[in-house]
């Protein structure tokens, strides 16, 4: 068996990482400094927790399932006490964008991160519909990159990504510096405030009289049916009248250089905040 080290296996990510591989090929070894995740990890799991010398014993692969802005921190306390060869996963790429993972040219270091399930799939049990975050229920793709280490080392950090994240469809391999483009680019830059200036948006229409659940049930709809459409879902156009609002719409709401929050030194400002 693969002796996998997970520290931060008591945390809110790691508890989930310590969930999926509980009953893997992977032996593992749990190291959570928190009183309450050690408790939270046998009372929930069953699990023993160790010191972290006596979990890197042996170990060829150390999960770190700690915040972004202890990356550094943590992984540079370790590397002393890891072998040529250890395998060390790192759970988004903020640290390693940023350069925090210490010079040890002999580690392997795999970066992995969950796409989390996507709105439109095929889940039919309830359970699954509201794994939003994935990793529980609900199936979702994830991406890799194997930032430094022998090629032949990527095999061993998909099947560690795909447990951990499990369960899972497409496993994309990526570049870091591309997983920085989809986070915090995509996702957080771009998306997740073009969603809040929807919510807000919503709220407009609420204080200028509309019902609020009226509002919601409406934006909610076109969003599926606008999105579905967007992204090739299903086939369709849309009417004159919304190319319209579309073609009026985006340069009152976008600027025009609003692409350049994929620059790198945009992505690398964004990261630093991060970190």
Known sequence: MTVVALFGAGGKMGYRLASNLKGSRFDVRHVELSDAG???????????????????????????????????????????????GTMVVILDAAAPYAGHLPERPDLTYFVTHPCHPPIFNDEIEMHAKLDHFGGVAAKQHIVNALMQG??????????????????????????VEQIALLEPGLSETVCATLLDVMREAMDEVVRRGVP???????????????????????EGVFSDACNKAIEFGKPVLMKDDWKRVFEPDEIAASIRRIT
Not at 154 to 173: D, F, N, Q, T
Not at 213 to 231: K, P, S, Y
Request: charged letters at 30%.
């Open 150 to 175: 022998p090629d032949s080392a990527y095999a061993l950090g998909e099947e560690v990504a795909k447990a951990i994240w499990k369960p899972v469809m497409r496993s994309h391999r990526v570049t």
């Open 212 to 234: 609020a659940e009226a509002a919601r049930d409406f934006l909610l709809g076109h969003m599926n049916i606008l999105g579905a459409v967007i992204f090739k879902e299903r």
């Open 38 to 84: 050690r408790k939270r990890l046998k009372d929930d799991l069953g699990v023993e927790t160790v010191e972290a010398d006596a979990a890197l014993d042996g170990a060829e692969v150390v999960v770190l399932a700690v915040p972004d802005t202890l990356i550094g921190k943590v992984a540079t306390q370790l590397s002393p006490k890891l072998k040529a």
